[in-house]
């Protein structure tokens, strides 16, 4: 066959007599076949006109972890543009090797816009879905999969997107290569907190959030907080106040504890709590201060939870202590960088780096979960949380070797911990 550019306003790559839409490969050309030539006297049928494509990478693989009793793929999708003319993405579509015909994602419009950012931390008046010449954008995938499905074996990408800046350029479809999905099964861990009510915050797809703090160490690029969870402890009116100021709040003061036996890595306890007081200026820190004193603590496999913004001077262990779970390691602080005061940020990575590292998931044993907030713009303006639909009593939802839903809330109950005298503690 020979291969043959196809251009026009809304008009796919094809192939002709067919009507078929012609799915590349990521290293592949927007092109149409059409049927050969015969062969002419006058020599053979001329070349094809190649177009260059977008380069699809996905740099860890797609992780399954249970949220809400489903499971969900968490991953990043590179997309880099190569060409020497910008390309818009109009949508992209996530198919397991279980069922091609039915996509687990299908995102185009408002939706795609939400999950496609540049890469790292820049704000541009260009719209995240155009790319134009040598750059790369990242589409941050967090996939739930029908209640009751298992995690694929891979994933593929189809990608559509169309030719320069302005309507009518032609169009270019990619089917990028199967991706294999991650076998492991995230860490199984015992609560790093006592009792509740404590709001379990993240957002997927805040921009400069957990998930999407692009951090480059040692010459690569990394997410350590891509399963990141920040714990507050929310008043008995059960509101999150955004004015209010002093350190008797969000669970300042409470114990951490070890969520698994292992031995710790890091402990820094450098740094004193923030002026919390009324008019206190907001500090700002450098990179290697935000987290404030943390601890860190070696799991199986080489993974490694981390505990940030502890407490000024309530560090209980140090580097190489052994520690059982339920040991206390430390108290909620207020250290390093916040903006929403005291609370205890937690997540866990594949190695002993703040932030050269990547996240990893992980699951707790068990804990109740009693409701949510609407997102997390509404904890933040103090709305109140919402109750599961139909189960608002307070015995809640037991989750079992889950991780919380974003902004949800949990009670850990009295988890397994051990008093100030070492006694064991059920």
């Known amino acids: 066959m020979r291969l043959e550019r196809r251009r026009g306003a809304g008009v796919p790559c094809r192939v ?210 891509r399963f990141a969870i ?39 306890d450098d740094m004193p709590d923030n002026d919390d007081t009324p008019g206190a200026p907001r500090r700002r820190f450098p990179m290697e201060q935000a987290s404030g004193n943390y601890v860190a603590l070696a799991l199986a496999d080489g993974r490694v939870a981390f505990y940030e913004h502890l407490k000024a001077g309530s560090l209980r262990v140090r580097r190489g202590t052994h520690v059982r779970a339920g040991d206390v390691l430390a108290q909620l602080g207020y250290s390093g960088s916040s903006s929403i005061g005291p609370h205890l940020h937690f997540h866990v990575s594949d190695g002993n780096s703040l932030l050269g590292a990547e996240g990893v998931p992980f699951v707790f044993r068990t804990y109740r979960e009693l409701g949510a907030f609407a997102g997390i713009e509404a904890f933040v303006a103090g709305a109140p949380w919402l109750p599961r639909a139909g189960r608002g009593e307070r015995p809640g939802v037991g989750r079992r070797e889950e991780m919380p839903a974003p902004n949800s809330v949990i009670d850990f109950g009295t988890a397994v911990g051990r008093d100030g005298a070492g006694a064991p503690r059920r």
């Open 230 to 268: 920040d714990l507050v402890r929310l008043p008995p009116t059960g509101t999150f106040d955004p004015h209010a100021r002093g350190l008797e709040r969000n669970g300042f003061g409470a114990e951490v504890l070890a969520v698994a036996d292992g031995v710790i890595t890091a402990a820094v």
């Open 16 to 225: 002709d007599g067919v009507g078929r839409s012609l799915l590349l490969t990521a290293a592949g050309c927007s092109v149409a076949m059409v049927p050969p030539a015969r062969a002419s006297a006058q020599g053979p049928a001329p070349r094809a006109t190649l177009t260059e494509s977008l380069d699809l990478h996905v740099p860890v693989a797609p992780t399954p972890v249970r949220i809400d009793g489903r499971i969900h793929l968490v991953y990043e999708l590179h997309l880099t543009n190569p060409r020497a003319d910008t390309v818009v993405l109009t949508r992209i579509r996530v198919v397991g090797d279980a069922d091609t015909t039915r996509p687990l994602a299908d995102l185009a419009g408002n939706e795609l816009a939400r999950r496609v950012q540049p890469f790292g931390r820049t704000r541009s008046p260009i719209p995240a879905t155009t790319l134009p010449p040598g750059v790369r954008r990242i589409h941050h995938a967090w996939v739930a999969l029908p209640a009751g499905a298992i995690a694929p074996r891979a994933l593929r990408h189809y990608v559509d997107a169309s030719e320069g800046a302005s309507p009518g350029g032609a169009e270019i479809q990619l089917r990028g290569a199967p991706v294999t999905v991650a076998r492991a099964t995230p860490a199984v861990l015992h609560a790093p907190l006592r009792g509740g009510d404590w709001a379990a915050l993240y957002d997927p797809l805040l921009f400069g959030g957990h998930r999407m703090a692009i951090y480059t160490i040692d010459g690569r690029a990394r997410i350590p907080g």
